[in-house]
């Protein structure tokens, strides 16, 4: 059984999506890990799901930062476990310095909750396997989803495979039109360095049955049961 | 001793300002002759430290590791040992 923990703080509104949408896929147990005591020990996965943690004061993410589940996350990361950051969780991941560059007002300005396209740039993460190319289609919402990052950080990401979504038309075409909260380059998602850490701005968890629109985010979590080996359950201390 | 720290939070010249760009086309909209407009903020922290030596480090800890993010803004500061107004 390939455990996934789902990180809560206060705030976070997606743990349960994700728990419904892991519960499609077989092979899989999730449990919801309370900021203040999240132990992640036993666990082969960590998503870090959307929200308004700590109602997005200071910034976005950024006293999630500084939680005691952030810290656990940090260490899990290095261990090279795989963990997603969708939406307020890619928020959380830049400002915690898992992932570079940070997420800033829309453009616009606007709350955008709408369907938009994106195109796998990368297959190199263990959530995005065997996608390579692939033009997904997945729901968003979101105030402050524009990605920046100094000018050598994004060359960097581009030069590296360390985009792995970029916002697309249907067409897979990385157009203006397309990028739907002024995002350098497109950019809707990116990995770290070793690739087991992933952000995105878009909600893979609320599209994994056709009945709410969509497949497309099934085929992202999916990838995690098989990326990983299941390991012994952790001994329970009470 | 308590000490009073005042941050500024800006965004750094290279990292767009959405805000700002909403206000500058607004003020526009009132006739005035406007260019550029750069939002941030500003964070009062009244605070306990030994010395103004500690104080200066506690505040840069404070805009380091929280109150501002080094990736988009800079901050700068205001240090006065006192009693809050």
Redesign the interface.
């Known amino acids: 059984m390939t455990r996934v923990a789902l990180l809560r703080y206060p705030g976070t509104w997606s743990e349960r999506d994700f728990q419904h949408a892991f519960a499609q896929i077989e092979g899989l147990e999730t449990e919801i890990l309370w900021h203040e005591d999240a132990d992640l020990r036993g666990f082969d996965a960590a998503i870090v799901p959307g929200g308004f943690s700590y109602g997005d004061y200071v910034r976005a993410g950024a006293i999630a930062k500084i939680s005691p589940a952030t810290k656990a996350l940090r260490r899990f990361a290095d261990e090279g476990k795989p963990v997603l950051g969708s939406c307020n969780g890619f928020q959380i991941l830049c400002e915690a310095g898992l992932l570079p560059g940070a997420l800033i007002r829309n453009s616009g300005l606007e709350y955008r909750c709408d369907w938009v396209h994106i195109r796998t740039e990368s297959d190199r993460t263990p959530w995005t396997a065997g996608l390579a190319g692939e033009v997904l289609r997945m729901p968003i919402g979101h105030g402050e989803g524009c990605f920046v990052a100094d000018p050598d950080a994004v060359a960097e990401l581009e030069a590296t495979g360390r985009v792995v979504f970029r916002y697309v038309d249907a067409k897979g075409a990385a157009t203006l039109e397309a990028n739907p909260n002024g995002s350098i380059a497109n950019i809707a998602g990116i990995r770290n360095e070793a690739g087991n850490v992933l952000g995105l701005m878009p909600h893979p968890e609320r599209c994994v049955e056709a009945l709410l629109g969509g497949t497309d985010g099934y085929r992202v979590l999916a990838n995690v049961a098989k990326a990983v080996a299941p390991t012994v359950p952790a001994p329970v201390y009470r | 001793m308590r000490y009073i720290a005042t941050l500024h939070v800006r ?1 750094k010249p ?3 300002d ?2 700002g760009e ?1 206000a500058l086309g607004a003020l526009r909209s009132l006739g005035l002759e406007v260019t550029r407009v750069r939002t941030g903020k500003e964070i009062v922290v009244t605070f306990e430290a030994t010395d103004e030596a500690s104080a200066n480090d506690a505040v840069r800890t404070m805009g380091n ?3 501002a ?1 080094p ?2 803004e800079d901050v700068e500061y205001d240090l006065v040992a006192g009693q809050p107004a």
């Open positions: 965004t290279e990292i767009r959405p805000q909403a590791e929280l109150l993010n990736v988009i």
